[in-house]
Each structure stands twice: as C-alpha cells, then as structure tokens.
C-alpha cells in the first residue's frame, strides 16, 4: 500500500492534469467498488484535489469523489493528444500491462481531454461520491492526526504513548488513528532515526526518546517526499517514474545487509504481521 508520501506524489499529479476539466463519461465494471450515482459526475468539473493521510478528496463543481487505492489500485491517465504519454499512480503489475482498460480495470471517468482508468488487480480499493463536506468528514474522522498537523505535538504523542502499555511501538507507529499516513517503511526510518527498537513497548518510550521520534517522523516524511515516495516492485508515481527514497532509506528493505551508520548487520522481525527491520546497536 502507498504510504503518505506515495500518495501525495499521486495528488500533486492529478492535479497538475485534472483541475479545471470536466468529467464526460462514468463507466463502473465493478459494481462493489463504486458508491453512488456514478450519473451525478458527469458535467462535473475538477476544483481541487486534496489527500488526507492515503486518501484522496476530489472536490468537484456540486461533489466530491473519495478515492482509496488500497493494497493493489492503480490509477492511469490516458491524454487526447498524446496517448503514448501516460500519467501513471499507484501499483504496476505485469496483470496490468495489457492495453487499456483491461480484465482488471474497474472504473473508468472519461475527460474532455483524456480517460482516467482504475486499475485494481485485488478489489480492495474504492470510488465514493459524498454530497457534503461532512460526508467526506466521516469517511476520515477515525484518522489521527498527521506529522504537519498543529494538534500533532510532543504532548499528544507522548499522551498516546503512555496509554498503550502493551502495544509494541513498531505498531504504535502504524495505527492510522494514532498518526495518519505511516506505514511499514516510514515507521521503520523514523524508529531508526530515534534510535529505539520495534519491539519496546510504547509506554517504554522515555521523554528524551519520544522527542526524537516526534522530530524524526517529520523528517523522514519530508524525505521521503522531496524523493518522490519509495519505489517496492508494485509502485510507481504519477508521472510514470519511480520514486528514489529507497536509495536513502536506512533500514527498510535492508535485512542482514550492514547498516549505514556503524555496519552492524540489520535484523527483522515480523511484529503484527508485518516486517520491522532494525539495527540492533543503533537502536535500543
């Protein structure tokens, strides 16, 4: 799944492309990935895109259209005049290659100057209109704030940290109601950047410790996203490249491989059902 920074490469090139045109044509494949009355969009003009934590938020002339990728979704814009010059967000996939739309394309919005095509080999991903501000708002209230957020302080990390006494940090770090928009790779950086290990106990953090992590987890993000994202073998960005955060990721993806900072040999450890790589001399 596309973490924070992914996503918001996507939005910021969706919306180089899509604000300002109209919405010509809405053909849904798959019934159960769509809500609403896929009619109400047609007419409609693009006024912006925003993303909240992996989430985008469409904001249409009378609507908005709510788009959650998921583990597998794909989006693929495909211009009149220049057909060969694809704009591509989300997760590539050999399934994916065949020519547009495909057995796995779901939705498609047609453009009055291109075709936007969801792409969705698992069908976990969504489309939703919402008539309403507190609509949208429902569909994000659960999302805890995130790393730019003025309610995203010291205080309330270290509140939050004190009240999970048996939650390991590593899946602190994921709870998207804790802090929005972090996933495997970004609470992998920002615990190794904190020099705290994946397995401590969040109510083992002390003070010195949580504002290390309150100060990483910011910077890893804005790395992250001056890089463009992270490039794994299912994600590409919009413009169709790769993103190169990988190339200064410290510890994701890196298992056994000597760390960068002392050349200790990197472990991992499946915590939750997910892969934590850390250096055990660096992190304590």
């Given amino acids: 799944m596309p973490e924070l920074p992914e996503v918001e490469t996507i939005r910021r090139g969706l919306e180089q492309e ?7 044509s809405v053909e849904v494949r798959e019934p159960k990935l769509f809500a609403g009355n896929k009619n109400s969009l047609v007419g409609q003009k693009v006024i912006s895109i925003d993303r909240r934590a992996k989430i985008l938020i469409w904001q249409l002339e009378k609507f908005w259209l709510v788009i959650h990728l998921k583990m597998t979704g794909q989006l693929i814009f495909v211009p009149n005049k220049h057909p060969n010059n694809l704009l591509v967000g989300g997760h590539p996939d050999e ?8 057995q796995y394309t779901h939705i498609i919005l047609g453009f009055d100057h291109g075709t936007l095509y969801y792409n969705d080999l698992r069908k976990f991903g969504w489309m939703k209109i919402c008539s309403s501000v507190s609509e949208v708002d429902k569909l994000t209230q659960e999302l805890g704030p995130e790393y730019d957020d ?9 509140q939050k940290l004190s009240q999970r006494p048996k939650t390991k940090i590593k899946q602190f770090l994921l709870d998207q109601k804790v802090i ?15 020099g705290i290990i994946p397995l401590r106990p969040a ?8 504002v290390k992590l309150y100060k990483c987890i910011p910077r890893v993000l804005k790395i992250a996203l001056e890089h463009g994202g992270s490039t794994l073998k299912d994600f590409r960005h919009i413009n169709g490249g790769y993103g190169s955060y990988l190339s200064y990721a410290m510890v994701y993806g890196r298992a056994k491989q ?13 915590i939750g059902g997910r892969t ?4 055990p001399n660096c992190q304590k």
């Fill in 18 to 24: 899509l604000i300002g045109h109209n919405i010509v």
């Fill in 276 to 279: 934590a790589t850390y250096c």
């Fill in 180 to 194: 929005a928009g972090l996933g495997n790779i970004y609470t992998d950086e920002a615990l190794f950047c904190a």
């Fill in 150 to 158: 003025t309610s995203f302080s010291l205080g309330y990390l270290q």
């Fill in 203 to 210: 109510d083992s953090i002390s003070s010195a410790e949580a």
């Fill in 258 to 270: 000597p760390c960068k900072a002392c050349q200790t040999p990197l472990k991992s450890v499946k």
């Fill in 95 to 102: 399934k994916y290659s065949a020519n547009l739309p495909h």
